[in-house]
C-alpha cells in the first residue's frame, strides 16, 4: 500500500528525509514524520522521501539496494576475516612444524637423568 501525503513544503526539494526529523512506533510498525499528522506502516529500516510536496516511502528499488549493499559489506567483512584466520592458522602450522622438527632432533632427558635420542 502506497501512502502519499501532499503539504505545503518548498517546491523543487527532493530526498531522503533526514532520521532525526522521524521516529518509529515498534508496537504498531508506523513510522511518524514530525510536522505532519500522517503515518506510514512501513518497516523500521525503510526511509521516508520528500518529493517536491509529497511524503512518500523510499522505492523498492532504493530499499532492497541498501539491503544489498549492506549484505556485500557483511560479505567483505566475513571475507576478510577468515583470511586472517587461514593466515594465522598457517602461521601455526609452520610454527608447529619447527616445534616437532626441533623436537624430533632434540635428546629428551627423562626425570631419572637418562638420555634418549
Do not use: C, W
Request: charged share 35%; no cysteine.
Amino acid at each position: 500500500m502506497l501512502i502519499i501525503l501532499t503539504v505545503d513544503v518548498a517546491a523543487g526539494y527532493s530526498g531522503e528525509i533526514d532520521e532525526s526529523n522521524t521516529s518509529y512506533d515498534k508496537d504498531k510498525g508506523e513510522r511518524f514524520v514530525k510536522g505532519i499528522k500522517v503515518r506510514f506502516n512501513v518497516p523500521e529500516d525503510r526511509k521516508i522521501e520528500r518529493i517536491g510536496k509529497a511524503y512518500i516511502m523510499e522505492g523498492m528499488d532504493k530499499y532492497f539496494g541498501r539491503k544489498i549493499e549492506e549484505i556485500n559489506k557483511t560479505q567483505e567483512e566475513m571475507s576478510k576475516k577468515l583470511t586472517d584466520i587461514k593466515t594465522e592458522l598457517s602461521n601455526m602450522n609452520t610454527r608447529m612444524e619447527k616445534l616437532e622438527s626441533t623436537l624430533a632432533t632434540s635428546p629428551i632427558k627423562t626425570s631419572d637423568g637418562e638420555t634418549h635420542e
